[in-house]
């Protein structure tokens, strides 16, 4: 079953005090363990940005093969999701 809340006028304003509690709670990977899930082009002149962790294993974004800036390995960003998931195992 799906429920939505929606929340408009002033209630609106509790939106990112409910995200954040979530993400807390949660501890979603993209929030967490893997950086730049929901990134955008950033743009001429921009390009001399790391790619971020998610395009580094996850190729296929044109704009971030244009990124030249040093990222990580994708062995050590595998290794930081291998260990997310270990935590979250272990949560109560």
């Known amino acids: 079953m799906c429920r939505f809340v929606i929340f408009e006028d ?44 998610w395009d580094v294993i996850h190729p296929g974004r044109a704009w971030a093969e244009k990124c030249n800036g040093a990222h990580a390995e994708k062995s050590a960003i595998l290794a930081s999701i291998k260990n997310h998931l270990k935590n979250i195992e272990r949560k109560p």
């Open 10 to 53: 002033t209630s609106s304003d509790m939106i990112g005090t409910i995200e954040a509690a979530l993400i807390k709670l949660n501890m979603p990977l993209w929030n967490t363990a893997v950086d730049g899930f929901g990134n955008h082009d950033p743009g001429s002149g921009r390009y001399e940005q790391a790619k971020s962790d």
